[in-house]
């Protein structure tokens, strides 16, 4: 059975290079990367993303001496003398107990929130984001930035509510969470034209590709409401499969790697990102290390992102 307290290994490689601590040990205000392999995957996938954590540890070893050179998505270094990055290691992941795998990912972060830490989520699947953002949500409210292919509000699939595609309607019962925009959907996905109704309901603000097209970035960056708490959840298969090929469901026409750094740069202005979540990258259907480069450089500009934020608010205390 996995242990309800993950140890960080020392054999395993952390992202870019950082100290490895367990989540008990995390210094109030560090950037703490946790890796959950799974929570809750269906039976026709399984936990089809539990190699993404590793993969992109790995794939953050050619940037780990340079972690503090200048990053010109970032405009400013990854990390600075002021910024603490720390790797958590990866949770145990129990496929015969996935109720165990949800009390397990809520535990930790609530542990990480309650030290002051701000999360860089490597997952896994999508339905590793529900007992996450419950704890983000017990702790303050919360704005939910959301970037997919799919809106996630499936109630039930084949009986189970937890699972990857019902993540935003779960988040939408958190009383804890306010807004929820969700940028990028597009093609088929998962969602019935009443799960379209019932996230319009709900109040999510729905910006897809051809609204984004139409209007632009800076159109939904204005959907983010000003000054409350953001986490940001990101499905890389958000971006289009050229960009990240290595992901279950390929759509065609996404978003671009730049889209990304200039939406996160514009909420960033509007709000402080407290939390970043990376699901769905699948190595095993990666092309040529592509996918594995990109969701690195995602990780790092969540990274990054959340170093600033914390500066800020480390200014003013």
């Given at each position: 059975?996995?242990?309800?307290?993950?140890?960080?290994?020392?054999?395993?490689?952390?992202?870019?290079?950082?100290?490895?601590?367990?989540?008990?040990?995390?210094?109030?205000?560090?950037?703490?990367?946790?890796?959950?392999?799974?929570?809750?995957?269906?039976?026709?996938?399984?936990?089809?993303?539990?190699?993404?954590?590793?993969?992109?540890?790995?794939?953050?070893?050619?940037?780990?001496?340079?972690?503090?050179?200048?990053?010109?998505?970032?405009?400013?270094?990854?990390?600075?003398?002021?910024?603490?990055?720390?790797?958590?290691?990866?949770?145990?992941?129990?496929?015969?107990?996935?109720?165990?795998?949800?009390?397990?990912?809520?535990?930790?972060?609530?542990?990480?929130?309650?030290?002051?830490?701000?999360?860089?989520?490597?997952?896994?699947?999508?339905?590793?984001?529900?007992?996450?953002?419950?704890?983000?949500?017990?702790?303050?409210?919360?704005?939910?930035?959301?970037?997919?292919?799919?809106?996630?509000?499936?109630?039930?699939?084949?009986?189970?509510?937890?699972?990857?595609?019902?993540?935003?309607?779960?988040?939408?019962?958190?009383?804890?969470?306010?807004?929820?925009?969700?940028?990028?959907?597009?093609?088929?996905?998962?969602?019935?034209?009443?799960?379209?109704?019932?996230?319009?309901?709900?109040?999510?603000?729905?910006?897809?590709?051809?609204?984004?097209?139409?209007?632009?970035?800076?159109?939904?960056?204005?959907?983010?409401?000003?000054?409350?708490?953001?986490?940001?959840?990101?499905?890389?298969?958000?971006?289009?499969?050229?960009?990240?090929?290595?992901?279950?469901?390929?759509?065609?026409?996404?978003?671009?790697?730049?889209?990304?750094?200039?939406?996160?740069?514009?909420?960033?202005?509007?709000?402080?990102?407290?939390?970043?979540?990376?699901?769905?990258?699948?190595p095993q259907h990666d092309l040529g290390?592509?996918?594995?480069?990109?969701?690195?450089?995602?990780?790092?500009?969540?990274?990054?992102?959340?170093?600033?934020?914390?500066?800020?608010?480390?200014?003013?205390?």
């Amino acid at each position: 059975m996995p242990s309800d307290t993950p140890v960080p290994r020392a054999e395993r490689p952390t992202f870019l290079d950082c100290e490895a601590v367990a989540i008990d040990a995390v210094p109030r205000g560090a950037i703490a990367v946790i890796g959950l392999p799974g929570a809750t995957p269906y039976a026709g996938n399984g936990a089809h993303s539990a190699g993404a954590p590793a993969a992109i540890r790995t794939a953050s070893a050619r940037h780990a001496a340079r972690r503090t050179h200048y990053d010109f998505d970032l405009g400013a270094p990854l990390v600075t003398l002021d910024t603490v990055l720390v790797d958590c290691g990866d949770l145990a992941f129990d496929e015969t107990d996935f109720t165990g795998n949800r009390v397990r990912i809520e535990a930790a972060f609530a542990t990480l929130l309650g030290r002051g830490a701000r999360p860089l989520l490597l997952g896994g699947d999508d339905s590793v984001q529900i007992p996450a953002l419950r704890a983000f949500a017990a702790h303050g409210k919360i704005t939910l930035l959301q970037i997919d292919a799919h809106i996630d509000w499936r109630d039930e699939v084949e009986g189970e509510r937890f699972g990857p595609s019902s993540t935003m309607r779960r988040a939408s019962e958190m009383a804890g969470v306010g807004a929820i925009v969700q940028i990028g959907a597009r093609g088929i996905g998962s969602a019935r034209e009443s799960d379209v109704a019932d996230a319009v309901a709900a109040g999510a603000r729905l910006v897809d590709m051809r609204t984004l097209r139409a209007k632009g970035l800076a159109y939904a960056v204005e959907q983010v409401p000003e000054g409350q708490p953001v986490v940001v959840c990101c499905d890389v298969d958000g971006l289009d499969p050229t960009v990240v090929p290595g992901v279950v469901g390929r759509a065609p026409g996404g978003l671009g790697y730049g889209d990304i750094v200039e939406l996160l740069h514009g909420v960033a202005v509007r709000a402080p990102i407290v939390g970043f979540n990376l699901v769905e990258f699948t190595p095993q259907h990666d092309l040529g290390d592509l996918g594995a480069r990109t969701v690195c450089r995602l990780a790092m500009l969540g990274a990054g992102f959340l170093a600033m934020s914390e500066r800020a608010r480390s200014q003013r205390s």
